[in-house]
């Protein structure tokens, strides 16, 4: 079990800046991903926990022990390389109980441990076969068997699922989590797949140019974006941003912008007057009749737009889809559209 402090870390390659003055904490048994677009900094930064890449300024301290000067293998942490990095020329099982052979555990200890984490990752079929012979998804879960086998304080991921098809994808992103919750350890995992962030962190870091831009669990990210590439980086598809401004009406404040009015909840009613961008996530928008056996629709959009036409296909008695139209126009604002 570890704790990591990252104090304002920094790492130049040349006269490029990667990683800007990063700080934050991972805590003991935490399952934390940085997550944003490529060229961010994310790797970067893992790669400095690790030790593979020295900082150009800053401090990492695990379990409050500064570690900057420590080799990888003084560390205690566990990597899983996006590429799987398996010896071409090494069963599964010389593959996986290599980390053990480097530290000369005795060999009965050795083929318990690797049976075990074999059975964990669901590769023990796999055992006696040739890297190439194995799937993209065997190969990942071999690779975290090898991980998993030198009982590490820290996994650290490093987009470990970006070059499997969907499905496999969704199958290691659920065995992830189970290890996370069997192995109760620290998880640091890398990639820049907001849905992958959204399924496994208990904590979200945003990165954007070097730098941390938010940090917050899953549903404080996607709720309460700190930024508009938050809001826009998070959410399939992603969040409508529509500018506009707060104009009071009748001592209430109100969203206008050019197409659209809307009366602003209560928790706004001392929003300012002023230029502003209203956010609205695609689930939040639903349509509603306006009455009861009704077929108008309630509209809350300020212009008068004619002529929209809207076409459906319904199964006929025959079977066969019978195709209708119906046009409508958009009133003004707070009257319902009529149909014809």
């Known amino acids: 079990m570890a704790r990591i402090e990252l104090l304002g870390l920094s790492k130049t390659f040349g006269p490029v800046q990667a990683v800007k003055n990063l700080s934050c904490t991972v805590e003991d048994g935490e399952f934390v991903v940085f997550v944003g677009p490529s060229g961010c900094g994310k790797t970067t930064a893992l790669r400095m926990i690790a030790g593979f890449e020295d900082p150009s300024a800053g401090e990492i301290r695990i ?10 293998r003084d560390r ?21 109980e290599f980390g053990l052979r480097m ?3 005795p060999v009965p200890e050795r083929a318990r441990r690797v049976r075990e984490v074999a059975e964990m990752v669901h590769v023990s079929r796999l055992l006696d076969k040739m890297p190439n012979q194995c799937s993209g998804g065997e190969s990942q879960r071999v690779a975290l068997a090898r991980t998993l086998v030198t009982d590490p304080s820290t996994f650290l991921l490093d987009e470990p699922l970006s070059s499997l098809d969907a499905k496999l994808r969704r199958e290691l992103r659920a065995e992830c989590d189970r290890l996370h919750q069997t192995l109760k350890r620290t998880f640091i995992y890398v990639t820049h797949d907001q849905e992958e962030a959204m399924t496994l962190a208990d904590r979200i870091v945003v990165m954007r140019a070097g730098g941390i831009v938010q ?10 974006p700190s930024s508009y590439f938050v809001a826009d980086f998070f959410g399939s598809p992603s969040m409508n941003l529509i500018p506009g401004e707060i104009v009071p009406v009748n001592g209430t404040p109100l969203f206008r912008s050019a197409s659209l009015h809307v009366a602003l909840p209560q928790r706004f ?10 956010g609205i996530r695609p689930e939040h928008v639903g349509v509603a009749r306006a009455g ?4 108008s629709l309630q509209c809350d959009w300020s212009s008068r737009w004619a ?18 139209q119906r046009a409508w126009t958009l009133p003004a604002w707070g009257q319902a559209p009529a149909w014809r």
């Open 63 to 72: 379990d409050g022990r500064v570690v900057n000067d420590l080799e990888p």
């Open 76 to 96: 205690g942490l566990g990597m899983v390389f996006q590429t799987h990095a398996l010896f071409p020329h090494k069963t599964v099982r010389q593959n996986i």
């Open 103 to 105: 530290k000369r555990i």
């Open 215 to 224: 940090t917050g669990s899953p549903m404080e990210i996607y709720s309460d």
């Open 269 to 278: 009613q001392a929003a300012k007057p002023g230029p502003v961008t209203l």
């Open 292 to 295: 009861d056996g009704g077929s």
């Open 307 to 324: 002529g929209i036409r809207c076409s459906t296909s319904t199964p006929g008695a025959s079977g066969r889809s019978s195709r209708w």
